[in-house]
């Protein structure tokens, strides 16, 4: 908080207080349709997993996409809206797995787990929610030692520094001198997971409405005025070491987060799993969704998952009419589809599909005003 917010002595008051709270609770006021429809979305999620079964790829792209959606929304709040160009998000999502499974592991499990390192040198256990916020420290400090020098660069360079060290911290957890801790090359399991599609909905929530919080806070317009213009930001007055340090951190503790509730609903931790493919598929879907939109990455994190997981599946299966063998539909050939489909829609939505737009409430119910007032308006006439 600024000087204005504090007394003499430096200490907030309770008149003070009791404003922070009027605050909070005229936001929620504002936002109350918001809310209400968010409450319905979790309702009617609750819903489906009761009347469909767990195996249905529902499920699969609801828990998938909620994931993603919280990674690719703090990517986005890096590369959108401060205008670093990182590739080096799925380093921070092994880190955020990692950390979370090593430390969630049961005390009976690890012998088994561990079982070439004599079950391991990390002798406790700590629970879920200690976990995923351990899960996005451990990535937040990397970042934090990493930018550093990293962030003297820009452009490219960046790019291909964070990219680099996604590379080695995979080749890092995967040296048998860190076995004890990390399990080597071998599978990391048997570490408290999640059944329920409300579940990672819940945390990737939470991570997402605190990054839009900070995108619309004093904080969020430095970092918008960094993007636009350095020189000019610099000028105003802001640090901009300090704000590229502090972008790169949050963005990392929740791509940290992100990469626990990934081996939550993975079950297991391997580091040959977190491959500079899994950036590029983030990156793609902030570029789909619109950098600089959070409710376009949202979007496409769904669009994405449901197009590779489950709408383009039939067109890896051979099929017959008759005796005739329908040509192309081949394994693999669900791939070339897709990737014709992400050229159009990029070729098309040059700034993706929200561009830097953001959905809310107050447009929708603007939009069926109008139009509900167009049609009555043509009805009287």
């Not at 079964?53 to 959108?80: D, R």
């Not at 391991?120 to 930018?147: E, R, S």
């Not at 839009?212 to 007055?237: C, H, P, Q, T």
Request: aromatic share 14%.
């Amino acid at each position: 908080m600024n000087e204005k917010n504090r007394n003499i002595n430096g200490v907030i008051t309770p008149q003070q207080k009791n404003a922070f709270f009027k605050s909070v609770l005229g936001f929620i006021r504002k936002n109350r349709i918001g809310f209400a429809l968010i409450a319905a979305l979790f309702v009617i999620i609750f819903i489906l997993e009761q009347i469909l079964p767990s195996s249905s790829m529902l499920f699969v792209v609801l828990k998938k996409g909620a994931i993603y959606s919280l990674v690719a929304v703090s990517m986005n709040l890096l590369n959108g809206f401060t205008g670093l160009f990182s590739l080096g998000q799925a380093g921070f999502m092994l880190i955020g797995a990692y950390t979370y499974a090593i430390f969630t592991i049961p005390l009976e499990a690890r012998a088994a787990v561990y079982q070439y390192f004599d079950g391991g040198i990390i002798n406790f256990t700590v629970p879920v929610p200690v976990g995923l916020i351990m899960a996005g420290l451990a990535a937040a400090v990397f970042a934090y030692l990493i930018g550093l020098p990293v962030l003297r660069l820009k452009s490219d360079y960046l790019a291909i520094a964070t990219l680099g060290f996604a590379e080695i911290i995979r080749a890092f957890f995967q040296w048998d001198k860190l076995g004890p801790v990390t399990n080597g090359s071998n599978l990391l399991k048997r570490f408290p997971s999640f059944s329920s599609t409300l579940y990672p909905f819940f945390v990737s929530g939470i991570c997402i409405t605190i990054i839009v919080l900070l995108i619309n806070s004093s904080y969020g317009r430095a970092f918008k005025a960094i993007r636009d213009d350095e020189i000019a930001a610099e000028a105003m007055g802001i640090n901009l070491a300090k704000h590229k340090q502090l972008s790169f951190t949050i963005s990392s503790f929740f791509a940290g987060v992100g990469g626990a509730l990934l081996a939550m609903y993975q079950t297991t931790v391997q580091a040959a799993a977190f491959k500079s493919s899994m950036t590029y598929e983030i990156l793609l879907i902030v570029v789909i969704g619109g950098i600089g939109s959070v409710t376009g990455s949202i979007l496409s994190s769904f669009l994405f998952i449901a197009s590779s997981e489950w709408w383009l599946r039939f067109l890896d299966d051979e099929t017959y009419i008759g005796s005739f063998r329908v040509p192309l539909l081949a394994s693999g050939f669900r791939k070339v589809v897709f990737s014709i489909v992400i050229m159009i829609v990029v070729l098309f939505y040059r700034q993706g599909i929200m561009g830097t737009k953001e959905i809310s409430v107050d447009a929708i119910l603007r939009f069926f005003r109008k139009l509900f007032g167009k049609e009555s308006r043509e009805e009287a006439a």
